[in-house]
């Protein structure tokens, strides 16, 4: 008693510890609602585009290669006709295939090809081309792990941004596009 | 409130309330538990819901309590029985569900089943790239295993890995300055307790009349 009495302070001392973990179990209650676990940083960003020779939807036989598409920027959106949330996203791309001012690739992963084009038949084709990737072997040197992903690849064939999930129009607005106007800065 | 109340308390009163509210639950979180199993992996078996413990006391309540009783530690001995095979297919479930892959020897597979052990499967993240079925888990394995063919070391295949999908991919988080706290906080979390405990010991060991001369407490 007598040392509580002489220092005030001391008898709040558990309170503030007490205080201390609250405020640690708070932030890491918040984190865990605000921040989705999936959304994992890609180490590609800002790395060369792994090189890629992949058919087109339509013919078959003919390739597009990582050197084909060179000297420009441009998009790539990974989609399947499996893929739920690549639904919801449709309807976004079909309003922004040319807002963008890039090309939109469509990457459809380890799809039968019959039915990713029975899927853009349905629904409408929001890409500039479609390539496919049947074994998703090419998709793993993207770190793709889940569709929808987008990645924006610059004149240089370099990844400048991936975005895991569906886009959406605030995605678009906030992260996307100025990146896309910041290539064209640069490149003009 | 009522609703647990009903589920901790056992009386008879509590009891059937606690099993309504069981009947209504269940459906509900197993909705959810299988919507996210089924996304990672589809061989798991649902457990046979077993039967309520306390059927017995519905009965009329009988002469022997004796024999009511040893009925009921039937029934539990039936009902854990049960579980226990269930776990045990599910595990070896499990065990069968990763598609064999044609290993040169047993060093071999052990070597792939201790690095696939340690890596992350991306799409479900809270089960390892040896442990999950999902379709990318399966990809990555015959990848792995390609590369051991090819006679990779584990670190480069690690690399390989991490240079694709971040060190997220790694179960075992590397040294770097965003896993300092991660690393180190632990220790030094208990290290300022072990002080602590050590401080306030000494002080109270010592006689009441040196307490009075330290000025530096805090306590």
């Known amino acids: 008693m007598n040392e509580v009495a002489r220092k005030p302070l001391g008898r709040f001392v558990p309170l503030i510890v007490f205080a201390a973990l609250v405020a640690f179990f708070v932030i890491g209650l918040v984190w865990n609602q605000t921040h989705d676990a999936r959304f994992v940083p890609s180490p590609l960003i800002d790395k060369p ?9 339509e013919q078959p036989t003919q390739f597009v290669t990582k050197a084909d598409m060179l000297g420009k920027p441009y998009l790539i959106n990974v989609f399947a006709s499996w893929c739920f949330a690549c639904g919801d996203e449709h309807p976004v791309l079909m309003a922004y295939r040319d807002k963008f001012g890039v090309p939109l690739i469509g990457y459809d992963y380890k799809d039968a090809p019959q039915d990713a084009r029975a899927w853009l038949d349905r629904h409408g084709n ?3 081309e479609v390539i496919t990737d049947q074994s998703g072997e090419t998709a793993i040197n993207f ?10 690849i610059d004149a240089t064939g370099v990844i400048r941004y991936k975005h895991i999930g569906p886009l959406t129009p605030d995605v678009i607005a906030k992260e996307l596009e100025p ?7 640069a490149g003009t | 409130m009522k609703r647990l109340l009903a589920m ?5 009163l509590g009891r059937g309330g606690a099993k309504r509210t069981r009947a209504q639950r269940e459906p509900e979180g197993a909705g959810e538990g ?3 199993v089924r996304s990672c992996v589809d ?50 479930a499990a065990a069968f569900a990763i598609d064999p892959l044609p290993f040169k020897d047993n ?14 499967c991306m799409v479900c993240q809270d089960e390892s790239l040896l442990a999950s079925n999902a379709d990318f888990a399966k990809q990555l394995r015959r990848q792995i295993f390609d590369m051991m063919q090819q006679g990779k070391s584990d670190k480069e295949i690690k690399d390989w890995l991490v240079a694709r999908y971040s060190t997220f991919i790694l179960y075992d988080p590397p040294l770097a300055p965003s896993t300092i706290a991660l690393w180190f906080g632990t220790p030094v979390i208990l290290l300022a307790g072990g002080i602590v405990v050590v401080v306030l010991l000494r002080r109270r060991t010592r006689p009441a009349g040196t307490i009075a001369e330290d000025p530096g407490d805090d306590w």
């Open chain 1, 49 to 57: 585009a792994p090189e890629f020779r992949l058919p087109r939807l």
């Open chain 1, 126 to 128: 929001p890409y500039h």
């Open chain 1, 143 to 152: 770190g793709v792990y889940g569709a929808p992903e987008t990645y924006l």
């Open chain 1, 179 to 185: 990146k896309i106007r910041a290539l064209e800065g």
């Open chain 2, 8 to 12: 901790l308390l056992p009386s008879p």
């Open chain 2, 34 to 36: 299988s919507s996210v």
């Open chain 2, 43 to 92: 061989f798991v078996p649902s457990p046979p819901t077993p039967l309520a413990m306390g059927e017995g006391s519905k009965t009329e309540p009988s002469l022997s309590l004796r024999g009511e009783w040893k009925k009921q530690l039937r029934r539990i001995r039936q009902v854990m029985a049960v579980v226990v095979i269930a776990f045990a297919l599910a595990l070896s």
């Open chain 2, 107 to 120: 060093a071999q597979r052990d070597r792939f089943q201790h690095l696939t052990s340690e890596l992350r």
